[in-house]
Structure formats: C-alpha cells, structure tokens
C-alpha cells in the first residue's frame, strides 16, 4: 500500500468553517482505492506549526505523495491548481498575529520550488462538471504559500497544493470531495501507480 497524506485548514479570521478541511473530510470518506492508504490532518493557520506538523509528516511517514487543500477565499467558484511554492515575501499576520522572520520560509531554501507533479498537464486532462479549474504558479504569499513550500522543501518536490472555493449551495463538501478525488487519482497516475 501506498501512503498517500492530505492536510486542510482550520478556522480564521471571518471563515469558522473552512471548505478546505471540509473537502478533506469528504474526500477520506471516499477513499482512493485500496491500495492507497490515505491519511488526513487538519493544519492550524500558524506559519510555525503548520511548518512543523509538515516536517513530521515527511520525516516519520515518507509517503508518496502529500497533498495540501487550502481556501482561496477571493475566488468565485474555482479549484485552482497551484504549480509551486515560493519562499520569499510572508508578510501577512497568521491566526497568532505572527509572520516568519524575515517573511522567509527557509533561510537556506531556493526561490521557489516545483513540484514533481505537472500541473498544467494535470488540468489539461481533467474536468469537473459544475466547476471550472485553473492553473496557477502563485499560490498567494500566506499559509497556503507557505505550507506548501516547506512540504516540497522537506519531500523533494513530491507535494501538491490545490486551492478551493468557500462552500455555497451549489460547491458543497460533498461536491469538492468528489472533485479532489478525480483529481488526485489523475495526480496519481503521473506517480507511477499504475505500473505496479
């Protein structure tokens, strides 16, 4: 079985339910097949220990693939694909009224990092009826940014990040389970499963 890790986020400032770690949830109900063992966490919106609880992910469980949802609370009804972190430029005050010294995520870390996954062949390949995906090289210079940086950092690339919309009637948790479902088993295809 392969391990495969997902992390949403908690609560902060206005959004007291966040549709990322909703998605989440309703995505481990639904699993990705059985030789997928599939792992879920929810990450507070504090660039530290976000940074920390990704390092334990990495360094005790190794596993093939981790995947971050984060809420794009600005966008209409999208999912956006985000290609790479960057490590610069963490101005803005997370859930403790703290950002990282420097706004740097890692002092000796490159400018950004891609991931191994190819994102822009990913939302070639896919679509989701009822919502419309985009791709994206700039996932925002906040904990989203940032988690996800330090989750390719720490897995060599091997993370992903994907961006969803606040719930509302017609993208309900259900509806964005579904959908990362579809996309994350098109993103496990490009790991190689279907080799083994």
Known sequence: KHLSFFSGFGPFRQYLVNSSWE???????RGLGENIDLRIMQLPVVYQKAKEQVFKIWATLRPLLTVHVGLASSTKALIILE???KNKGYQEMDACGFHPEGGCCMLDGPEKIEST???????????VEGIDIIFSRDAGRYICDYTYYTS?????????????????????????????????????????EERE
């Open 23 to 29: 998605a989440v949830k309703e995505l481990s109900k």
């Open 83 to 85: 290609q790479c972190g």
């Open 117 to 127: 996954i190819n994102m822009k062949t990913l939302w070639k390949n896919i679509s």
């Open 152 to 192: 390719l950092y720490y897995g060599n690339g091997r993370a992903a990040f994907i961006h969803v919309p606040l719930l509302s009637k017609s993208v309900t948790a259900e509806f964005l389970g579904k959908a990362l479902q579809t996309i994350i088993l098109e993103m496990l295809k490009q790991c190689g």
